[in-house]
């Protein structure tokens, strides 16, 4: 909404400056987002002067020379080139060293004395180009005859337009006149409405007119004047000048004059050409199914029940409260004008205007709700500027259609209530003051209550507490205040699935991770490439999406982690990526919304890919692989004290020889493994292995354990022995490592030497192990070491077909 | 092994042993020194391993004068041991030198990603005045994003928060599933869930139907706080969200508390800092305004209470809500929001 000072003014006297206006409306919940200050020019040296006469300039035949009066008995001569300049005029006086802007230069300049062909000119008088009000041309700027001699120009033709950012709970700052309240609220003054008196001729209206509301549901009341013998044309200036600092497009006089006065009091209006009106009657009822209507922008639109219509005796002439209909638009050709000021429901408005995707000055308004007894203010206000400005003669009385007449609701508040919410104690009168300076009739301030009606204007407010923040935002949020909360802390409840997200964020940044979060929104394509459709559950559709790209919920993370993973690849060829993401993925219960909300899945994926170790001077290794992540993944379990189990598995994501099922006890917790070849393709991710893991976070909370008990230190020293086993290809070293550790005088084992060189004899693998030896009872003497091995070795030998390397052993 | 040990003899080996080590001039004599004596065979080592054989009276004897001698060796080695080190260590250090300012051996570093780091900080000032944290779906009904948030269907207010829905119709056709916009739907839920007092933060991911700009994303994290009990007033909503503005955005902040409208709070309430870059004068970073907005807050509306079955004549309570990446944004001076969800490690490395 954009409100000029000037225009304000009208209604409520203003002498503040317009920042300070505005940081107050901001304050008490009006933001005024900017200001724009027009005609902001030096009070001192641009003033309004009077043009006495206009010599010719010595010469040259297209130059003048005016001398202007300007006031306290002075006057100047200047050189002047405009062709309009005249004695009598009122006009913009520039005195030397005013800042203007110079149409030559393009900038804004201190205007200096020139010698104009012989004539030395200390002055100007100015055109709108200098003044920055405009682009014309055509001559100097003559102002209207009431402009006072000697006046700054910026005090007569200044002003500031305020762009307010209106909350949608307040309607009635839709308009100038429901500004001004505020204004007056908050700087002690009062505001006063507008003139709304005119003469009226002596033909009643309702003999001339017929008007039935057959849906009194959809419109609470509707109000019409008629004015017969009006002149279509432009506007005058000063009604233009406020339309377009307001930023409406002035049309025609009597249509300006609709708009100016729902921006001056929120009340949308329409003017019907009365002689369209088929058999004079206007029928307010809902549309007929296939009923259609052209309305003001040109569009042919298709009608559908309960869209209100105003409708003459037989066809929809407009749309109640969003537009009006072509048919019966004000033209040139129109004599008599049917106005009307009606008050039509909010959620219908709102849904018509959603269904045919209008949004207009009028439905906005509407929908948020206006009061019935705007209507017949806003009707003769506006039938009285219709007289002024297009000429003509108001019938005798309006119409006015109100079955059902509203109370204003009355409210009390209390100095408990003010307590309670606010935790201030202001008086009674206080309170009174405060709420009556905003409108509120203030019906008996008694014992600790104040009792008051709501001004028609304000839909808003329904309750108590709606008054406590009038008294609030009046008083100033500034004026209460700040304490700490006295009241008991609630019990802790503990979040364990909480805890346990940051536990791994915490554990994986640590493990050199970095953490990453994608979007939740995707598309079916990006989760097939990932091959997680498919596979998986169909992904939940957006019904509007943005763009295709996210079209659906995301089912799996994958997609996510490894689109950031290629892009990261392609600018850090150097150094690895090692990425993570905790998020949710979004599995459907059903087919359709009665089978409730979807679950939302905690889960963690982490990637990682390119060399293990930056480049340095200090190491030589390779490119991180399956052991990598399964490296992470272990220590991260482990700091979660959860000893995982590691079987060889598919998955159609990742690479078919190089994928692990990861489980706890009979808990499963996921998947490791290299990415598939296909998958990295549809990536565009070259030349690189990655390693992912993917991990149920519910599972994790299944399954770890909390730090229980502890075992003292074993005291006995350790003794260990390398044992390098050939064995066949087929055992996993899982399994040696169980056998091993079975044993009761084994710590543990360590595979410390993978070889599978060609002198293996095929089939075969061979595995180095360090095996440390351990006793609680005491220290173990290489007898019974040697004994253990033995009967180790015998066992590898039996169970799993696996022999000491070297014959000899 | 050589004679049995008496006391003389140790007493004699001991003298021998120290006035030799007296004429030590260098670590590595020192060391030859110390196998004569005290090596595994070394004259003292014999003496006392040769303790054992003696008859009892004798072994009491001799061991104490051996065990005294040893002590006293010992130690005037270990101070020979400490002159020597005192020495000769530079000079040996020295041809051990390394280049210093070769990089170390390299560690892969992890981040925290700055949303988690922010929420993490927001629900540490909130922790320390008993504001639990809790989560909620993401995915939610029409009626916790806004019916019971005071926001009826077709209400304009909706306006307020353009909406994602899910295609996944009701009974009736109708949408009724949505992303939810903000945080709030789990005021009702908690509410719904617990008796008075509550105080809780929530954070979360909210999304909003928007065209993305260099301050706007359709996907971002906000952290949503509640506390509701019998006595929580307008002021200590100020004094809880003054205090944490001043811990995440420094002491010298100033705060500002203005009224704004928010369909489920009354009297709502927009909380501005100071502008850091310009000080309250007015820049680009601040709109000309000298304040920077960081959250909306408000007395929790009476219909919200009613609606999860409190009584608003007994209890009270404030409500607020902030978007992460914002106050990241601020603290951090990151120009665009849509670095957050690039996931560029170039850009998450940096926090
Ligand atoms: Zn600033």
Known sequence: MKAPLSWITQYVPVDLPPQEVAHRLTMAGNEVDDITVTGDWDRERVVVGRVLEVKRHPNADRLTIPTVELGDGKTAAVVCGAPNVAAGQKVAFAHEGARLFSARSGRVEALRPANIRGVVSSGMVCSEIELGLGDDHGGILVLDDDAPVGTPLADYLGDAVLDMNVTPNRPDCLSIMGIAREVAALTGREAVEPDSSYLESEVPIEDVVDIEVVDTDLCRRYTASLVTGVSIGPSPKWLQDALIKADQRPINNVVDVTNYVMLEYGQPLHAFDFDKVKDAKIVVRRARAGERLLTLDGEDRALVPPMLTIADSSDAIGLAGVIGGAETQMTEATTAVLLESANFDAVNTRRTGAALRLSTGASYRFERGLRAELAPLALRRATKLILEVAGGQAAKGIVDVYPGEEEPPAITLTRERIRKVLGIDPDVSETAGALKSLGFAVVEPVGGAVAVKVPYWRTDVAIEDDLVEELARIRGYDSIPTTAITTAIPHHSPQPMLDMKDRMRDVLAAAGMCEMISYSLTSPGELDGAAALGNGPEPLMIANPMSGEQSCLRTSLRAGVLSCLASNLRVSRNEGVRTFEIGRVYIPRGKSAEYGLPEEREMLVGVMAGPREPVSWGTRSGDMDFYDAKGVLESALAQIRLEAAFEKDTDPSLHPGRTARVSSGSVALGVVGEVHPSVLERFGIEDAAVALFEIDVESLLESSQEAGGYSPPNRYPQSSRDLALTLPASVPSAAVQALLERHKLIARSIPFDVYSGAELPPGKKSISYRVVFQSEKGTLTAEQINNAQRDLLRRLRQELGAELRGADS | ?351
């Open chain 2, 1 to 351: 092994m050589a004679d049995r040990p008496t006391v003389g003899v140790v007493e004699a080996v001991a003298t021998k042993a120290l006035e030799e080590l007296d004429a030590v001039g260098d670590a590595e004599a020192l060391e030859r020194w110390r196998v004569s004596y005290l090596g595994r065979r070394g004259e003292l080592t014999a003496i006392l391993r040769g303790i054992g054989t003696l008859p009892p009276e004798a072994r009491r004897q001799v061991g104490a004068a051996a065990n005294a001698a040893k002590a006293r060796v010992d130690e005037a080695m270990a101070a020979r041991k400490r002159e020597f080190s005192r020495e000769v260590t530079p000079a040996l250090l020295a041809e051990d030198s390394i280049d210093v300012t070769l990089p170390g051996r390299p560690v892969p570093t992890g981040r925290l990603h700055p949303t988690t780091q922010t929420v993490r900080e927001i629900c540490r000032i909130f922790a320390s005045m008993g504001f639990d944290a809790v989560e909620g779906p993401e995915v939610e009904w029409d009626r916790y994003n806004f019916e019971m948030l005071n926001i009826p269907k077709h209400h304009p207010a909706r306006d307020m928060f353009n909406t994602f829905w899910v295609d996944y119709p009701d009974r009736n056709g109708e949408q009724s599933v949505l992303l939810r916009t903000h945080t709030s739907p789990m005021q009702a839920r908690i509410m719904e869930d617990t008796r008075p007092p509550v105080r809780v933060v929530v954070p979360g991911k909210c999304y909003r139907y928007e065209a993305t700009d260099a301050t706007h994303e359709w996907q971002l994290t906000q952290v949503e706080g509640l506390a509701v009990d019998d006595g929580i007033t307008f002021a200590d909503l100020k004094g809880t969200l003054y205090e944490f503005a001043r811990q995440i955005f420094g002491e010298e902040r100033r705060v500002r508390f203005r009224c704004d409208y928010f369909p489920f709070v009354e009297p709502g309430v927009d909380v501005a800092i100071d502008c850091f870059s310009c000080g309250g004068a007015g820049c680009r970073t601040c709109g000309r305004t000298g304040w920077i907005e960081i959250m909306g807050a408000g007395m929790v509306h009476p219909n919200v209470l009613k609606g999860v079955g409190y009584d608003p004549a007994v209890y009270t309570g404030f409500a607020f809500g902030m978007g992460v990446e914002r106050i990241a944004m601020l603290k951090h001076g990151i120009e665009d929001i849509r670095h957050f969800y690039a996931n560029d490690l170039r850009f998450l490395k940096q926090f």
